[in-house]
């Protein structure tokens, strides 16, 4: 069997380009003994990839060069000599940007795609959920009737905080860029949506939208958004740190307004996380979710590309907003 | 009895100046039933004061124009009709600015002057001390064998912090301004300081002074030093964020190179706080410092400048750094 897979061909400064990959053809082996072959359905591009392809070490080391970029992928398994899995059976790997791989049986998550479509275990089920999940619950602790913040509220992340948020009684105002993504925001429960592309005045617009100001903002934007959060939060109010994508391409780092006394003279926290060190949680989220979706509070969003050689392209439509949801390559 | 005490004229812009105070001669009355009359021996000048010079609401509402300025201050009681207090009794007040007062005796805390210099209550015994301890203890969560770096490191907060961190088993690494002050750091039991005014690059000092990075970062003064902090912060870096006072004379936000992706890429946590909002420690402060000293671990710092004349000039001074250890005016 041939597959096809994405290869990054030199760390990245800058905005990311078509050229900085590579589309290459291998063979799948057979699989031998305790091994599958897996016909991948759906990958997951992601913003954290970015700091990946740099090529500096933070949380997770850098991609190889030459060889296939990582990342969760759900496929079906074709061909099996392991006895946990069957042809037919789901499984959720982070086997990466490629058509079908073969690897060991017991390194797979099996997928329950009963109650959940596989691509579902991609998005709010999976890791995207679980870090909307984790910096509402653990790294803000929300509170009902509070109000939050969601910057980047049309992404995967922010589609899916929102909707967390309103479910565990929250206020929640939201932002995002462009009247088609304001909408779609809205749809999903956002008491308050601000375009921030339409305003000149950040903050202005946040005081509009919550006059009393905010208890707590969840990052994944930095910049001139982190700016208003300081701005606007109440005093002891909490950010939750999940990722700064304004600023992931950046070659050198820019110059921002320096209002971070407030942190100082509003006994503000603000805490980075990644939610690979949160999985003791998994089990609530679950458990939680599985309830939320059964009361009919959850619409899993997302946008679908087709094609694995389309893959950088919606990698790096993440960075330009051209996705609402989770984006994922439908393989 | 004739009291000297200094006003505030007009809210603040930018750089204190001496225009901005008045000193003015009031009567004390002789003290009425369940009264006492003070004389001041210490008053503190503090560099939080600025915030509430701005006219602005942040944790501690703004002074008032054309009235006495509230501020820690030790005192002899020299006339009482209170049963609680009898003359030669020390007490500290919040009573602020001025050689003497009359005021209910129930409103003042006594001290214990067989142990410790009446002064010692405005400093390393008193909410310097507990700032610096809250700081360390709670806000940073520091552990025996970690890496913490102090901020300001020869002023009262921060000369403070520097014993108390080593006493709990850490490596202090400190900067200060200038050669003098980094002497003095030294003498206290810093294991490494930088002159921050010799260092045109301040990461690559702090690096050199600590390569393996830093757990911990003690912030008292803001903008390069924060950016410094960032820089040279290990995985899961805490920061106690205490006071910017490089930034607190601003009357326009600077702009600074944005690192803040680290808190992300990092996983840090920044928190601001309030020594005000930790009174519950205040026991454990007492009694772990009191081990301390016994020990022989600890040496309170002062500078002391004489007459309530001089008290603008003494706040003034926080600001260009005169002083090592905690600024107090003798009456």
Same mark, same amino acid.
């Given at each position: ?71 969760? @992928?759900? &496929?079906?398994? /074709?061909?099996?000599?392991?006895? $946990?899995?069957?042809?037919? *059976? +789901? #499984?959720? %790997? ?72 309103? @479910?565990? &009684?929250?206020? /929640?105002?939201?932002?995002?860029? $462009?009247?088609?993504?304001? *909408? +779609? #925001?809205? %749809? ?83 805490? $980075?996380?990644?939610?690979? *060190? ?54």
């Amino acid at each position: 069997m041939k597959s096809r897979e994405v290869h990054l061909n030199a760390y990245l400064k800058g905005d990311p380009r078509p050229e900085n990959y590579s589309i290459v053809e291998t063979d799948v082996p057979a699989p031998g003994k305790g091994e599958v072959t897996v016909r991948n359905h759906y990958i997951s591009v992601d913003p954290y990839m970015r700091g990946r392809m740099s090529g500096i070490r933070t949380y997770v080391g850098p991609f190889e060069i030459g060889k296939v970029m990582e990342g969760g @992928a759900v &496929g079906e398994v /074709v061909e099996s000599q392991y006895d $946990g899995l069957k042809p037919g *059976d +789901f #499984v959720n %790997s982070m086997f990466g940007w490629r058509e079908a791989y073969t690897a060991p049986g017991d390194g797979l998550q099996k997928i329950d795609v009963s109650q959940l479509p596989p691509q579902a275990y991609l998005g709010i089920a999976g890791l995207t959920g679980m870090t909307a999940y984790v910096g509402i619950k653990r790294i803000i602790g929300l509170k009902e009737g509070e109000t939050m913040w969601m910057s980047a509220g049309a992404g995967a992340v922010g589609s899916a905080g929102i909707q967390f948020a309103k @479910a565990m &009684g929250a206020n /929640v105002i939201a932002t995002a860029g $462009g009247r088609e993504k304001c *909408d +779609f #925001v809205k %749809s999903i429960g956002a008491d308050a949506v601000v375009d921030y592309k339409a305003e000149s005045d950040l903050t202005a617009a946040i005081q509009a939208a919550a006059p009393k100001g905010i208890d707590a903002y969840f990052e994944n934007v930095g910049g001139t958004h982190f700016t208003a959060a300081l701005n606007t939060l109440k005093q002891y109010g909490r950010i939750a740190a999940c990722g700064m994508i304004q600023r992931y391409n950046d070659a050198q780092p820019a110059a921002i307004t320096d209002n971070l006394t407030f942190i100082v003279g509003k006994s503000l926290r603000i805490q $980075g996380f990644i939610v690979t *060190d949160h999985f003791d949680m998994m089990g609530d989220f679950i458990k939680e979710l599985s309830g939320w979706m059964a009361a009919g509070k959850i619409t899993p969003a997302e946008t679908v590309i087709e094609g694995i050689e389309n893959a950088p392209d919606a990698f790096m439509g993440l960075f330009s907003g051209r996705n609402t949801g989770k984006m994922l390559v439908k393989i």
